[in-house]
Every structure is written in structure tokens, then in C-alpha cells.
């Protein structure tokens, strides 16, 4: 993806990314945290 | 020089900063300029307090990279002695960046220690790239905020990737508007790189990573993990230096193209850190092979390119990391897209065109052929980043 490619998507596909987003952020924010303190505790 | 860091708050907000001020930008010169102190700023940030020299080394040696660029550009003497030279400067920091054990003294050291925070494996392809190109007139050289722009633009700082000069001055001056769609999908790819990054690398490493330390059945099952375990987290860096590139305007090239799904070595350096294997297909290997082509008159083509594989990739391991498993990653790549070429040339010479093609369509030939590819990777990767340090016949031999 390039900033001049365009992108064009349908209602259903808007919707659906913007929870794919929000969804793999939120993983992020929890599992991600615990790995990387399992990841400060363990080195 | 701290390290960039995807999880820390920091940069997050640095990033939400850079949006606000590059997205309502329309043209050309206020976008470069506010790159460029972005960049500045982004470095400054960087610099651990009471270290200020690092900063004002790293902004000396970007005005004299901008002043490199600029006379090698110049098709008199000056041009060559200035190409020459700023070729052996990057080839001397390179060498202190990349063993910063055997700097002898305390300010090479730390020279060592601000360039692996710049990440100066890649600002020092990106140099020789924009030397080559400028020597060759093909584009005009960079004035000093497209310099720093091209040289450390902090979103490829950490890993990446290497875009091309050619790339970089070809790309149009103001990007497309914004829209909603296109600003969604770059999201998607900055969400799906911390994602790859933070638990799907993260919790590889947790559960099945034992850093080599296993043995039998086991350390064969880590060598494919390890695997998965590196195109996860860097193509994690690549995927969000695409996403936060195309939402602010400034293009990044793609670094992956589902490398797991290349049938031969050769397929999967089109696939794999394909920045990289651009750069090294520009400034080596085709060089390599056009010379050796020349001096033995076009009468072994085959051997020529094995002599420019093996030239490229053993310059690509020692790239990596100027140690002997680098060296050997570099001769076991070479030696297996030298096997992938004659078996090619074999093929096409037993099989003929149509049946080259019946070949290529079979799916089980391709499953094997993939699976093959896999494992070759897999273990190249394995006798690079294997810790022989902690082998007692290794420490032995090398002591």
C-alpha cells in the first residue's frame, strides 16, 4: 500500500475492519503488556 | 542513544504528533521541511539526557552526508574523490557500528552505541544507494531536509526498510488526499503489525523459543518456529512502518510478500526483506555477474551467476553481523540459489517450455517445493543465530 493507492471499500467492510482494529488493539494492550513483562521479569 | 521502542508511550505519542502535523499538509516544500524536523525532533528525543554530542554528531554527520551526496553528483573530480570518500566513511562506520567490541577506545564505543540507535546497518545502504544513483546523473541530488527524510526517516528507523533513492526521488512531491478508506487500511496495517509483534511473536517466543537450548526432536521443531518466530516480529516493524508511511503522505516501501509461499530460494528473496535483496540484486549482484560475463565473454553464464551469488550473499551475511555464522548463513544461501539456478537451467533444458509449465502447475510439486523452501530457510536462519558461544567445542576453537 502506497500513500497515492486508493482504497475503496464497502459500508460492511468499513464497519467490519474498524472492529478487526479495534479487536487486535485491544489484544495488544493485554496479552502484549503481560508478555513484556513476563519478558522484563524473566531477563 | 535509546533504542525505538514500538510499545512505549512515547512513541505513540510522538507518532500521534507527527499525524497531526504532516496529514493537513498540501505541498511540497512545508511537507519536506516538516518531515525533516520531525525526524530532527524524533532523534533528539532519542538521545539519552546528558548525552547532547550524540545529537549534534548525528546532525554533523547528516549535513555531511547531505554535502557527500551533493558532489558526488558532480561529473568532475571532485564528484569521484567525494563518492570514494563517503563510500570508505560509511564502510569505516559500518565496521564500528557493526563490532562495537573491538573499538579501541572509549569514544568509538560510544560512536558504536549512537549508531546501532540509528540504526545505521540500514542508513548506510541507503547512502551507498544515493551515491551509486547520483554518480550515475539518472536524478538530481537531495537538498538537506530530503537528506535527513531519506536518510533516518524515524518511522524506518528500527528496521526498515531500505528504500531505494531512485524510489524515494520518483515518489510525488504531495500524495493523494487523505480519504477515509485508504486512512482505515493503514490503520489496519499498524494494528496488524503490533498485533504479529506483541502476542503472536510475543507468546512464540514464550511458549516454544528456548534459545537453542534444547536438543533432538525438539531443537528440529525450533528451527521452524524460530522461523515463524522472526517473519512475525519484522515483518511486524515493516508492516507498521507501511501503515504510519502512508498515513502521513511519505512512501514506504513493502518489505514481504508472503515468503512462505515461494516454491525456490530464488522466489523467496523476491519474497523476503525484498528491500534488501533489491539493494543487493542493484549493487551486487548484477554488477558481479555483468563483470564476470565481460571477462569471460559471455561463455559461462551459469558460473557467472553463481560467482555474483555467491559474492552477494556472503557480503549480505556478513551485513548482518561481521561474525562467522554470518558468513556461513551467506555460503549456505549462495550455495542454495546457486543449486535453485542450475536445477532451473536443468530443467528447462530436459523439459522444454510446455514441460516446465506442467511442472510448475502441479500442486504436489509445489507443496514439496514449498516445503523445501521452508526448511532451507529455516535453516540457514538456525546456523546463524545458533549460540555456539555456550558450545564448549566452539569456545575451544575459537578462544
Same mark, same amino acid.
Given at each position: 500500500?502506497?500513500?497515492?493507492?486508493?482504497?475503496?471499500?464497502?459500508?460492511?467492510?468499513?464497519?467490519?475492519?474498524?472492529?478487526?482494529?479495534?479487536?487486535?488493539?485491544?489484544?495488544?494492550?493485554?496479552?502484549?503488556?503481560?508478555?513484556?513483562?513476563?519478558?522484563?521479569?524473566?531477563? | 542513544?535509546?533504542?525505538?521502542?514500538?510499545?512505549?508511550?512515547?512513541?505513540?505519542?510522538?507518532?500521534?504528533?507527527?499525524?497531526?502535523?504532516?496529514?493537513?499538509?498540501?505541498?511540497?516544500?512545508?511537507?519536506?521541511?516538516?518531515?525533516?524536523?520531525?525526524?530532527?525532533?524524533?532523534?533528539? !528525543?532519542?538521545?539519552?539526557?546528558?548525552?547532547?554530542?550524540?545529537?549534534?554528531?548525528?546532525?554533523?554527520?547528516?549535513?555531511?552526508?547531505?554535502?557527500?551526496?551533493?558532489?558526488?553528483?558532480?561529473?568532475?573530480?571532485?564528484?569521484?574523490?567525494?563518492?570514494? &570518500?563517503?563510500?570508505?566513511?560509511?564502510?569505516?562506520?559500518?565496521?564500528?557500528?557493526?563490532?562495537?567490541?573491538?573499538?579501541?577506545?572509549?569514544?568509538?564505543?560510544?560512536?558504536?552505541?549512537?549508531?546501532?540507535?540509528?540504526?545505521?546497518?540500514?542508513?548506510?545502504?541507503?547512502?551507498?544507494?544515493? @551515491?551509486?544513483?547520483?554518480?550515475?546523473?539518472?536524478?538530481?541530488?537531495?537538498?538537506?531536509?530530503?537528506? !535527513?527524510?531519506?536518510?533516518?526517516?524515524?518511522?524506518?528507523?528500527?528496521?526498515?526498510? @531500505?528504500?531505494?533513492?531512485?524510489?524515494?526521488?520518483?515518489?510525488?512531491?504531495?500524495?493523494?488526499?487523505?480519504?477515509?478508506?485508504?486512512?482505515?487500511?493503514?490503520?489496519?496495517?499498524?494494528?496488524?503489525?503490533?498485533?504479529?509483534?506483541?502476542?503472536?511473536?510475543?507468546?512464540?517466543?514464550?511458549?516454544?523459543?528456548?534459545?537453542?537450548?534444547?536438543?533432538?526432536?525438539?531443537?528440529?521443531?525450533?528451527?521452524? @518456529?524460530?522461523?515463524?518466530?522472526?517473519?512475525?516480529?519484522?515483518?511486524?516493524?515493516?508492516?507498521?512502518?507501511?501503515?504510519?508511511?502512508?498515513?502521513?503522505?511519505?512512501?514506504?516501501?513493502?518489505?514481504?510478500?508472503?515468503?512462505?509461499?515461494?516454491?525456490?530460494?530464488?522466489?523467496?528473496?523476491?519474497?523476503?526483506?525484498?528491500?534488501?535483496?533489491?539493494? !543487493?540484486?542493484?549493487?551486487?549482484?548484477?554488477?558481479?555477474?555483468?563483470?564476470?560475463?565481460?571477462?569471460?565473454?559471455?561463455?559461462?553464464? &551459469?558460473?557467472?551467476?553463481?560467482?555474483?551469488?555467491?559474492?552477494?550473499?556472503?557480503?549480505?551475511?556478513?551485513?548482518?553481523?561481521?561474525?562467522?555464522?554470518?558468513?556461513?548463513?551467506?555460503?549456505?544461501?549462495?550455495?542454495?540459489?546457486? @543449486?535453485?539456478?542450475?536445477?532451473?537451467?536443468?530443467?528447462?533444458?530436459?523439459?522444454?517450455?510446455?514441460?516446465?509449465?506442467?511442472?510448475?502447475?502441479?500442486?504436489?510439486?509445489?507443496?514439496?517445493?514449498?516445503?523445501?523452501?521452508?526448511?532451507?530457510?529455516?535453516?540457514?536462519?538456525?546456523?546463524?543465530?545458533?549460540?555456539?558461544?555456550?558450545?564448549?567445542?566452539?569456545?575451544?576453537?575459537?578462544?
Amino acid at each position: 500500500m502506497s500513500p497515492e493507492q486508493d482504497v475503496r471499500l464497502s459500508a460492511a467492510a468499513y464497519a467490519l475492519k474498524t472492529v478487526w482494529v479495534a479487536v487486535q488493539l485491544i489484544l495488544v494492550y493485554y496479552l502484549g503488556q503481560q508478555g513484556l513483562l513476563f519478558f522484563y521479569q524473566t531477563f | 542513544m535509546n533504542p525505538v521502542d514500538l510499545y512505549s508511550v512515547q512513541f505513540w505519542w510522538f507518532v500521534g504528533i507527527a499525524l497531526l502535523v504532516m496529514v493537513p499538509l498540501a505541498s511540497a516544500a512545508p511537507k519536506r521541511w516538516a518531515f525533516a524536523g520531525l525526524n530532527v525532533a524524533f532523534l533528539a !528525543i532519542h538521545v539519552k539526557p546528558g548525552e547532547p554530542e550524540s545529537l549534534l554528531g548525528i546532525l554533523s554527520g547528516l549535513v555531511l552526508a547531505w554535502l557527500v551526496l551533493w558532489a558526488s553528483s558532480k561529473k568532475s573530480r571532485l564528484g569521484l574523490a567525494a563518492a570514494v &570518500l563517503g563510500g570508505l566513511a560509511v564502510l569505516s562506520l559500518f565496521a564500528v557500528h557493526k563490532l562495537p567490541h573491538a573499538a579501541p577506545t572509549y569514544g568509538a564505543a560510544r560512536l558504536g552505541t549512537v549508531l546501532s540507535g540509528i540504526g545505521f546497518s540500514y542508513v548506510a545502504l541507503r547512502i551507498v544507494d544515493a @551515491i551509486r544513483v547520483l554518480r550515475e546523473g539518472t536524478h538530481s541530488p537531495p537538498d538537506l531536509p530530503a537528506t !535527513i527524510n531519506y536518510l533516518m526517516p524515524f518511522h524506518m528507523l528500527s528496521a526498515g526498510p @531500505i528504500q531505494s533513492y531512485e524510489e524515494f526521488a520518483t515518489q510525488p512531491e504531495v500524495p493523494a488526499p487523505l480519504s477515509a478508506a485508504r486512512a482505515l487500511s493503514a490503520m489496519e496495517r499498524v494494528s496488524t503489525g503490533l498485533f504479529k509483534k506483541f502476542v503472536l511473536a510475543n507468546y512464540l517466543d514464550r511458549l516454544f523459543l528456548t534459545g537453542f537450548h534444547a536438543s533432538g526432536p525438539y531443537f528440529l521443531f525450533e528451527v521452524q @518456529i524460530n522461523f515463524v518466530w522472526l517473519f512475525l516480529d519484522f515483518s511486524a516493524y515493516s508492516d507498521v512502518a507501511v501503515g504510519l508511511g502512508t498515513l502521513m503522505g511519505i512512501a514506504t516501501p513493502e518489505n514481504f510478500r508472503q515468503p512462505y509461499l515461494a516454491r525456490n530460494v530464488i522466489e523467496f528473496w523476491e519474497r523476503w526483506h525484498t528491500s534488501l535483496s533489491r539493494f !543487493i540484486r542493484r549493487q551486487l549482484f548484477i554488477p558481479a555477474q555483468l563483470t564476470f560475463m565481460r571477462i569471460t565473454d559471455g561463455r559461462f553464464p &551459469l558460473l557467472a551467476a553463481s560467482v555474483a551469488f555467491t559474492l552477494s550473499f556472503v557480503l549480505c551475511g556478513l551485513w548482518h553481523g561481521i561474525s562467522w555464522p554470518w558468513f556461513a548463513w551467506g555460503v549456505v544461501q549462495s550455495a542454495g540459489l546457486i @543449486i535453485c539456478n542450475i536445477y532451473r537451467a536443468a530443467l528447462n533444458r530436459r523439459l522444454g517450455r510446455k514441460g516446465v509449465s506442467r511442472y510448475l502447475a502441479n500442486r504436489w510439486i509445489r507443496l514439496a517445493a514449498i516445503f523445501v523452501t521452508f526448511e532451507f530457510a529455516a535453516g540457514a536462519l538456525a546456523v546463524a543465530t545458533y549460540p555456539y558461544q555456550e558450545v564448549s567445542w566452539w569456545s575451544t576453537q575459537t578462544r
